[in-house]
């Protein structure tokens, strides 16, 4: 059990890099106004009276909410950061940018790992925990299928309050 209550819980998902519908290496400029939407939507949630932010740690969308969450906890103190692991060891043979941002995320602040190894649905079951635990999603949804779509999806059944940062009218749907 988290120390908080769902009322007060948000959490993220959204897609893996190489989902966005965009390069956000080689256009930085959309990856720039993924940022800001991001953290506008984190204040608005927190001017709403949320006070925890659960994050999948997945590479993209996870890892960049993780980080904005740590970037506003200077101007909100009361903000925490909650790590939901899907198994231990998970970022071992990523990148070294993405493994920089996971352990960044990681340190001081509560990390709940699902399994003690890989299992398959060991990532289905984070999503599912992460949402439980939660009242509003904030995400990033282009309708592809994968995680996103199944926790967007389990998050509505659930009743959570959600935000969709994606901007169809700018983005492409891949």
């Not at 959204?14 to 930085?28: A, N, Y």
């Not at 720039?32 to 949320?50: F, H, K, N, P, T």
């Not at 993405?98 to 399994?115: D, E, P, R, V």
């Amino acid at each position: 059990m988290l120390p908080c209550t769902r009322a007060h819980t948000c959490c993220f998902t959204g897609s893996r890099p190489e989902k966005l519908g965009f390069d956000w290496q080689s256009q930085p400029y959309l990856f720039d106004m993924l940022r800001r939407d991001l953290s506008a939507a984190i204040v608005r949630a927190i001017e709403q009276g949320y006070t925890h932010f659960i994050t999948g740690m997945s590479q993209g969308f996870d890892l960049w909410a993780a980080r904005e969450v740590l970037n506003l906890q200077y101007d909100y103190p009361q903000i925490e950061l909650i790590c939901a692991l899907p198994f231990d060891g998970m970022e071992q043979n990523w990148p070294d940018y993405w493994k920089l941002l996971f352990h960044q995320a990681q340190s001081g602040n509560l990390t709940c790992t699902i399994a003690p190894s890989y299992y398959t649905g060991c990532y289905l079951a984070r999503d599912r925990f992460m949402v439980e635990q939660s009242s509003r999603v904030i995400c990033w949804y282009n309708g592809t299928k994968g995680g996103t779509r199944y926790t967007h999806d389990y998050a509505k059944r659930k009743g959570c309050q959600i935000e969709n940062i994606y901007r169809s009218d700018i983005f492409i749907s891949l």
